[in-house]
């Protein structure tokens, strides 16, 4: 699981990201995504993919595309 952040005071920018991987019960994988304001619940978007690989894959593109919008990594 990654927790990403992104804080800017003089924009007002309190920003979170999580990416989580879990298996379902039929033998795929979902590749978990939120995000919106911290203090908020947030957007959770699902992803289904049938190979382990893939999932994580698509994981990886997500935290590279977040760090390149200038999140950084938190401890969850």
Known sequence: ???LTRTDPAK??????VVRLAPTLF?????????????SP????????EQFDEAQKAQARAIK?????GYSERAA
Do not use: I, K, P
């Open 1 to 3: 699981m990654a927790f």
């Open 12 to 17: 007002n920018l309190h920003r979170f990201y």
């Open 27 to 39: 033998g795929d994988w979902t590749l978990l995504r939120e995000w919106g304001r911290s203090g």
């Open 42 to 49: 947030g957007t959770v978007r699902l992803t289904s993919f």
């Open 65 to 69: 595309r977040r760090l390149q919008h």
